[in-house]
């Protein structure tokens, strides 16, 4: 049985799923036809149901949970890890700093430069600035050198971009990811791995113990599954890599457990207390 399965080139997920996709594992039968691609085009394509398995944003998974299901394995949940509003402008950021309550009100004006608008780090940014609204979606890796450009005030940087900003002169106003863990005391659930919730329950396992004897193997043969790594993330040293693929890789990404379950309960929670969803799906994640 072949199924589609997408995910990014960032080396998280390409660490993840080298086993499972090139047959290092056993795959209990299923074969895998990838799509890699931003995780905001693979939000994209899970608003569209394109796709039987995929990563995606757990912004965007609030408004899918009809189509898809999440799986225990393989999900990006950390502390210390969200995403980072960044400028260079010292005045900016300097006045941000002092009073950061005027990006709320005053200076809604800022233009900001996000990920994509379905993605976590835009859900957190809404959730700290919910006056915030002139943003323009913009392909993570372009983030930078836009706000460097002065085409935006501020950026909202993600992945491995945490590890380079300060290098290329940019300035951090504020980590979202310790907002989020100050308001919530959880680990900040970043992405997700579903799959369709037309599966029945014995594929959506046999997907799930896949993925997580995939990470195992990963764990177990790191200089294995490097090689897939850096073939696509050929413009970033091998420390960035190492320190991209340590944050976003852990013991959530093997299993949610109950900890990594509350962190997604709690932002489904605060999604319906601000309006963003109606309802919930349930079950929410495999049983």
């Not at 390409?14 to 693979?42: N, P, Q, R, S």
């Not at 394995?73 to 002092?98: M, T």
């Not at 971009?161 to 959880?186: C, N, P, V």
């Amino acid at each position: 049985m072949k199924l589609t399965l997408g995910f990014s080139p960032c080396p998280n997920d390409c660490f993840i799923f080298d086993a499972m996709v090139h047959g290092k594992i056993d795959t209990e039968g299923l074969e895998f036809d990838v799509v890699m691609e931003d995780v905001e085009a693979l939000n994209q394509r899970a608003f569209k149901k394109e796709l039987d398995i995929t990563k995606l944003s757990f912004h965007a998974f609030l408004y899918v949970q009809e189509n898809y299901i999440l799986l225990k394995s393989g999900s990006a949940l950390g502390f210390n890890c969200g995403p980072l509003l960044v400028g260079s402008s010292e005045f900016v950021v300097r006045r941000l700093q002092e009073d950061i309550s005027e990006l709320r009100t005053t200076n809604c004006e800022l233009k900001i430069a996000i990920p994509g608008k379905n993605t976590t780090a835009n859900f957190l940014l809404s959730l700290a600035y919910p006056e915030m609204k002139n943003k323009t979606e913009v392909l993570f890796s372009e983030i930078e050198q836009g706000v460097l450009d002065g085409k935006y005030d501020a950026g909202l940087i993600i992945h491995e971009s945490r590890f380079t900003y300060e290098q290329k002169g940019l300035k951090k106003i504020m980590d979202l990811g310790e907002f989020w863990e100050s308001l919530i005391h959880a680990p900040i659930p970043l992405g997700g791995i579903v799959a369709r919730r037309s599966f029945d329950n014995e594929l959506h396992q046999r997907i799930n113990r896949i993925i997580k004897k995939s990470v195992e193997y990963a764990y177990a043969n790191t200089s294995d599954v490097m090689p897939y790594v850096k073939q696509h993330a050929q413009e970033m040293s091998e420390e960035v890599m190492k320190k991209h693929i340590d944050l976003y890789v852990n013991q959530y990404s093997l299993d949610l457990g109950a900890t990594g379950t509350k962190a997604i309960e709690l932002l489904f929670s605060k999604a319906l207390k601000t309006g963003l969803i109606k309802n919930t799906v349930q079950p929410m994640i495999i049983q």
